[in-house]
């Protein structure tokens, strides 16, 4: 039985806050931690399959053209190799208008260097890595190939722009103003799993384990590339090690896998290369950004402007959304937001780590820093004079706005110093010292999500759904909210995910997954509580629920009577979405010191505030908030992704190139939780975590170089050649 909630009005009136158990909200381990940590938890590469050969994909060295011949001669004399793959639906990227679809009869085109191309397939991988530097592809290059975004010939995405009063004017009555740009690098998504599928054919249905976010459409795009209907394939996906957004889509080691499997009726294994996952698989847009801020005496913003210029293949859809947050975060009755799109010859951009805020945070809050100083206001207290009480551009109620108590218990929590600040004030040896800030912002999302709930007859609760956990603390807060719903303990709920067979949950990505699928599990055990209860002939509210046994002291095994009792969850979020603006908010706190002699940076210590909704799990939650701090500092330090201007490709292609932030790089991090019930956010009052951690924390390290050294650097990621 299912039962269907289309959430048209808050949720006020919650069971979670009534519940006797008193498991939300805690900081409860991870209940998959144990088998990760001792190895037994499998990922997509490492399940063990008996006969399973080994694939590798050869990938495009030009950067745009087509392919004429392909020999594959050498390759397969090798010992052990079995086929070489050579299949335009191989080539799932890029998706719109180019390789896809693309008239079988014409030579496949290369959009990019680094696009697949070919599957070797060999009895082992060694075998099947050394064939396919064999494979001799014979190209047909194209001569002009952008690799660099032109402004002059890029698109104005239309549903971004907002024009409203005159801008300039407000620019030049201000009583302060500034007019500053900004540049952000590129980004890998860095997971540290890689992308990889293991895929079996029975002659009948496809079986794929796979690293994935999204199975609830990674199927659909599996089907369409396949031409193979979803009921016949399963994809298992129950331990991610990171998605970051590199895996909200199927990938070609997926449908390579796939298509070898069939083709060769054995099971196949491709596992990408840690560098065909730095380039073939999706980036961050670099952009550039131009934000310019007016103000009155007061400092109340009179004038808000912000351009962005990004780009992607031609033919994709996707634009980084720099501005999201920028059209609500602060007033400003004159605005002008324009997002352009160029197109270019780098693999396909498309969603990395909070896309969006990820980069528009830091150039935004890098500049009210600047409006801070001009206007000489303390730059807490000038993003405290500068919220808005409703959406400034749609009027819209905020569904709850948590930024002016981040900001207070932020700034109360790092020992903010709101005296005068000018740099160069504080010195060690070499080092200059200095802090920053910066408002935290990422729009809330929400999505469609169904989990199906037993609460079996031996007293203990299964959870099935398709939702995955990338690392994020889903299996966790899914048997809290069971666990709370049905007077268990989380232990007492075993949580099934990452199979497509089970009920289509909303996947992980875009920070919706907690939300969503609490509120399916929500409304599965709502429904099994009204079933529990006219059992006792009471009414559901009246149900105390708690150490396996209800309120009148009947064991929940009785109550069942030897059967088990199913409910299916179905979670739909409704007119809240049109009614409300919903998102996170937060504060950034930074120290850093500068050296003096080689303009490196080292952050002494950062604290961010987070006003999220309802807190699922204390432990969890704080995790993701010290993620999203880490990004953060890779962003303002360390960050990018690098291209060669001559041909496109891009040169640092692995972890050792390209820097993520390392133990080393990452000081003591604090987390304050300023807890809050956000009714118009979900049914269960929470908002998404995941992504808003790392949204302007860069910002705040950027201000504090300057308070340190009085160097202002507009070029994200702020390298000692920048600070110096
Ligand atoms: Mo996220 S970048 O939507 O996985």
Redesign the pocket.
């Known amino acids: 039985m299912t039962v269907h909630v289309k959430q048209d009005k808050p949720a006020t009136e919650n069971r979670l806050d009534t519940m006797r158990q008193g498991v939300i909200g805690k900081p409860v381990s991870r209940i998959e931690g144990l088998a990760k940590v001792t190895g037994t938890a499998p990922y997509a590469a490492e399940y063990p399959v008996e006969g399973c050969a080994e694939g590798v994909l050869v990938t495009a060295t030009i950067t745009r053209g087509s392919v004429v011949r392909i020999d594959a001669e050498s390759a397969l004399a090798m010992p052990g190799v079995i086929a070489v793959i050579d299949d335009e639906r191989l080539t799932t990227r890029p998706a719109q208008g180019t390789a896809n679809e693309a008239p079988q009869q014409k030579p496949r085109t290369i959009c990019y260097w680094g696009q697949p191309l070919a599957l070797v397939v060999a009895e082992s991988f060694e075998q099947a890595r050394d064939a396919a530097r064999l494979l001799v592809v014979e190209y047909q290059p194209d001569e002009a190939a952008p690799v660099e975004a032109d402004p002059s010939i890029a698109e104005e995405q239309e549903d971004e722009t907002v024009r409203e009063g005159n801008l300039d004017k407000a620019m030049s009555d201000a009583a302060h103003a500034v007019d500053l740009t900004y540049t952000t690098k590129g980004h890998a998504?860095a997971a540290m799993e890689p992308h990889a599928a293991i895929a079996q054919w029975d002659g009948e249905r496809l079986t794929v384990h796979a690293s994935l976010?999204m199975l609830n459409y990674n199927i659909t795009e599996l089907s369409d590339a396949l031409d193979l209907p979803e009921d016949r394939i399963r994809l298992i996906s129950r331990y991610v090690g990171g998605?970051?957004?590199s895996k909200?889509g199927i990938s070609e080691e997926v449908v390579a896998a796939s298509i070898a499997a069939m083709q060769l009726e054995r099971p196949v294994r491709v596992v990408m290369s840690r560098q065909q996952v730095f380039q073939s698989i999706i980036r961050r847009s670099e952009t550039t950004q131009r934000l310019r801020l007016a103000c009155d005496t007061d400092g109340r913003l009179t004038g808000f402007g912000h351009e962005a210029l990004v780009s992607n293949l031609p033919g994709e859809e996707f634009a980084e959304p720099v501005l999201q947050s920028s059209h609500f975060l602060y007033p400003g009755e004159n605005r002008e937001l324009v997002l352009k799109l160029a197109r270019i010859h780098r693999m396909t951009a498309g969603?990395?780590?909070?896309?969006g805020e990820a980069v528009g945070m830091p150039a935004l809050e890098a500049a009210m820093d600047v409006l801070a100083e001009r206007a000489e206001i303390d730059p807490v207290e000038l993003r405290l004079r500068n919220i808005p009480d409703k959406d400034p551009e749609q009027g819209l109620p905020f569904s709850s706005h948590k930024l002016a108590e981040c900001l207070r218990q932020g700034a109360e929590a790092f020992g903010w110093d709101s005296g005068p600040r000018k740099p160069r004030m504080r010195r060690e040896g070499e080092w200059w010292i200095g802090t920053g800030m910066a408002s935290a912002a990422r729009v809330h999302n929400v999505a469609e999500a169904k989990a199906r709930v037993t609460l079996k007859a031996d007293g203990t609760a299964l959870v099935e759904t398709d939702m995955t956990d990338i690392g994020t603390g889903t299996y966790t807060i899914v048997a809290q909210i069971a666990g709370e719903m049905l007077g268990l303990r989380p232990d007492q709920v075993l949580v099934d995910l990452g199979d497509s067979d089970h009920p289509r949950g909303p996947g992980?990505?875009?920070?919706w997954g907690a939300p969503s699928i609490g509120s399916a599990v929500y409304v599965a055990c709502m429904a099994i509580r009204e079933a529990l209860a006219d059992t006792l002939d009471i009414d559901e509210a009246a149900l105390a629920l708690a150490d396996a046994k209800a309120g009148n002291g009947t064991p929940l095994t009785e109550l069942l009577g030897g059967k088990d009792l199913v409910r299916e969850g179905h979670y739909e979020p409704g007119k809240i979405t049109d009614d409300y603006l919903a998102s996170g908010f937060g504060a950034f706190f930074a120290e850093v010191r500068v050296n003096h002699y080689t303009g490196e940076t080292r952050v002494n210590r950062m604290l961010g505030a987070f006003g999220f909704g309802r807190v699922l799990n204390a432990k969890t939650a704080r995790s993701q908030c010290l993620g999203g701090i880490t990004w953060s500092i890779g962003m303002a330090l360390t960050e990018a992704l690098e291209f060669d201007p001559r041909d496109g490709h891009l040169v640092n292609r692995d972890l050792a190139e390209y820097h993520v932030p390392v133990h080393r790089d990452v000081p003591d991090l604090d987390v304050v939780l300023v807890e809050e019930r956000d009714a118009a956010a979900s049914i269960i009052q929470a908002k998404g975590i995941g992504?808003l951690g790392m949204c302007g924390g860069a910002a705040a390290i950027a201000n504090a170089i300057y308070n340190a050294c009085g160097a202002r650097v507009f070029d994200y990621p702020m390298t000692p050649d920048r600070v110096l």
């Open positions: 998504s976010q998605g970051f957004g909200l969603s990395v780590r909070a896309p992980s990505g875009g920070s992504e």
